[in-house]
């Protein structure tokens, strides 16, 4: 059964061009679908487990927990000799307008490469 081309046929229905731009027109905020979740959410999901571990006697169960509070609560890791300082943001929730002025912004910067042509990887380093 060849489907190669349904995508493409359906795209092609009205139908489906107006309830596509309607789909879109109505972006879901992170916040708002089940799957998001706070390190404070996800504390509290972990206190919750802890206690019921604890009142139905399942030490490993209450140490894992603990375990996973502490986890979210640590400050992050050193990435180690080539901490430079930089900040690592995640632009998984950025819009295109965001993305297109970092693009702008940062595009020529990456194309361009080091200045001294070194190797800004790590790689190759030595040890």
């Not at 879901?28 to 006697?57: H, I, N, Q, W």
């Not at 430079?84 to 965001?98: E, K, M, P, V």
């Not at 297109?100 to 042509?117: H, N, R, S, V, Y």
Request: net charge negative.
């Amino acid at each position: 059964m060849d489907h190669a081309g349904n995508a493409a046929k359906l795209r092609g229905s009205s139908a489906i061009e107006v309830r596509l731009r309607e789909l879109q027109s109505h972006p879901v905020a992170a916040a708002d679908t089940p799957a998001a979740a706070t390190v404070e959410s996800l504390l509290a999901e972990l206190e919750l487990a802890r206690l019921k571990a604890m009142k139905e006697g399942q030490t490993s169960a209450a140490i894992s927990a603990i375990m996973g509070k502490a986890k979210l609560q640590e400050p992050p890791k050193s990435t180690g000799a080539h901490d430079d300082g930089l900040q690592i943001f995640d632009l998984s929730h950025a819009t295109d307008a965001q993305l297109a002025t970092l693009e702008a912004i940062f595009g020529p910067l990456a194309a361009a490469g080091p200045a001294d042509g070194g190797d800004r990887g790590g790689e190759g380093t030595q040890g």
